[in-house]
């Protein structure tokens, strides 16, 4: 069954109609409803298309949080052969909310790493609906450290509301994880892509997305806070928001614009949740592009040119 979101109750009644008659053709005559059928899901298929076409950023924001939109695994298992998860920090514990290890990429070994929120209850509770502790941070400096070891390329894949907020994650360090995850990530001198997949939280987001190319799913949200801390903060009032994600500008066509991310990946109509396969598609052709552009550079070259596009954000041109 397609879960639907609140703005898209009108998509939701025209669908609901088409399947309805699909049944009735099914049972009968499907000659004597065939054009209006037609017609139908021909008006359906425009409703969502242009209800897609001029999302604002608190509706962006529902998309990117979609309860069946692909996760981590999905995208690992639709182009990443005999992918290879390795587990622990080896200093405290493992994080199943964040996953990584290696496999083959298009014909090339690479690295793996990001958060997974799971896909039903069970799933999100083991993977802690994709927010990390110190040892997930830990972990993923871990893999990093071993594919500049070993000269592989990094894919990070991010989707987390940002790093876990409890007195646990504080009492072993969140911080200071975060802070040397995303130096780890700034000095390896191997070829990073970082795509945003759903939600880009934070210091959560920027450990394993501080990449020499940053990605971004169309309907995906990259911000400093969730829109909910945002407006507690400026407000204290957590119901504003919508009027939070609307001023901070968060989505993928505000953050190319300023040079923040490098670029878009185009979503099919509808969202990744309505297509997840065309989604991983339109994924991993932009990482193998992405990473194209890498391959002839040093070591040095790549830490230069990383260090330089995150300095260079924020600066008049």
Same mark, same amino acid.
């Given at each position: 069954?397609?879960?639907?979101?609140?703005?898209?109750?009108?998509?939701?009644?025209?669908?609901?109609?088409?399947?309805?008659?699909?049944?009735?053709?099914?049972?009968?005559?499907?000659?004597?409803?065939?054009?209006?059928?037609?017609? =139908?899901?021909?008006?359906?298929?425009?409703?969502?298309?242009?209800?897609? $076409?001029?999302?604002?950023?608190?509706?962006?924001?529902?998309? %990117? @949080?979609?309860?069946? /939109?692909?996760?981590?695994?999905?995208?690992?298992?639709?182009?990443?052969?005999?992918?290879?998860?390795?587990?622990?920090?080896?200093?405290?514990?493992?994080?199943?909310?964040?996953?990584? #290890?290696?496999?083959?990429?298009?014909?090339?070994?690479?690295?793996?790493?990001?958060?997974?929120? #799971? +896909?039903?209850?069970? $799933?999100?509770? /083991?993977?802690?609906?994709?927010?990390?502790?110190?040892?997930?941070? /830990?972990?993923?400096? /871990?893999?990093?450290?071993?594919?500049?070891?070993?000269?592989?390329?990094?894919?990070?894949?991010?989707?987390?509301?940002?790093?876990?907020?409890?007195?646990? %994650?504080?009492? @072993?360090?969140?911080?200071?994880?975060?802070?040397?995850?995303?130096?780890?990530?700034?000095?390896? #001198?191997?070829?990073?892509?970082?795509?945003?997949?759903?939600?880009?939280?934070?210091?959560?987001?920027?450990?394993?997305?501080? +990449?020499?190319?940053?990605?971004?799913?169309?309907?995906?949200?990259?911000?400093?806070?969730?829109?909910?801390? +945002?407006?507690?903060? =400026?407000?204290?009032? +957590?119901?504003?928001?919508?009027?939070?994600?609307?001023?901070?500008?968060?989505?993928?066509?505000?953050?190319?614009?300023?040079?923040?991310?490098?670029? &878009? &990946?185009?979503?099919?109509?509808? #969202? $990744?949740?309505?297509?997840?396969?065309?989604?991983?598609? $339109?994924?991993?052709?932009?990482?193998?592009?992405?990473?194209?552009?890498?391959?002839?550079?040093?070591?040095?070259?790549? @830490?230069?040119?990383?260090?330089?596009?995150?300095?260079?954000?924020? @600066?008049?041109?």
């Amino acid at each position: 069954m397609r879960s639907y979101l609140d703005f898209e109750k009108p998509v939701a009644e025209l669908e609901a109609k088409v399947i309805e008659l699909r049944q009735v053709a099914a049972q009968g005559d499907a000659v004597a409803i065939g054009d209006e059928l037609a017609k =139908l899901e021909a008006k359906a298929e425009k409703a969502l298309a242009d209800l897609y $076409a001029s999302l604002t950023p608190w509706q962006k924001t529902q998309v %990117a @949080r979609h309860p069946q /939109r692909p996760h981590f695994l999905d995208y690992v298992k639709s182009f990443v052969a005999d992918f290879t998860p390795l587990s622990g920090d080896r200093q405290f514990g493992e994080d199943s909310a964040v996953v990584g #290890g290696f496999g083959w990429f298009r014909g090339r070994a690479v690295c793996v790493i990001g958060q997974e929120k #799971g +896909s039903d209850t069970a $799933a999100r509770i /083991r993977h802690n609906f994709g927010m990390a502790r110190p040892e997930g941070y /830990r972990k993923a400096v /871990r893999l990093m450290q071993l594919a500049d070891r070993f000269n592989l390329p990094v894919i990070s894949l991010v989707d987390t509301p940002g790093a876990f907020p409890g007195v646990d %994650a504080e009492e @072993r360090g969140q911080a200071e994880a975060i802070a040397r995850a995303t130096d780890a990530s700034l000095t390896l #001198g191997v070829p990073t892509v970082a795509v945003i997949l759903g939600e880009g939280g934070s210091g959560g987001a920027i450990a394993i997305a501080s +990449s020499n190319a940053v990605l971004m799913l169309e309907h995906a949200i990259y911000t400093v806070a969730s829109p909910e801390a +945002s407006a507690s903060i =400026l407000w204290r009032d +957590s119901a504003r928001a919508e009027d939070a994600a609307t001023n901070m500008k968060i989505t993928a066509q505000d953050l190319l614009k300023f040079g923040i991310i490098d670029r &878009i &990946i185009v979503e099919p109509v509808g #969202g $990744a949740h309505r297509d997840p396969d065309a989604a991983a598609a $339109a994924t991993g052709e932009a990482i193998a592009e992405a990473l194209k552009e890498f391959e002839h550079m040093s070591p040095d070259e790549l @830490r230069t040119a990383r260090t330089e596009k995150f300095l260079n954000i924020g @600066r008049k041109p």
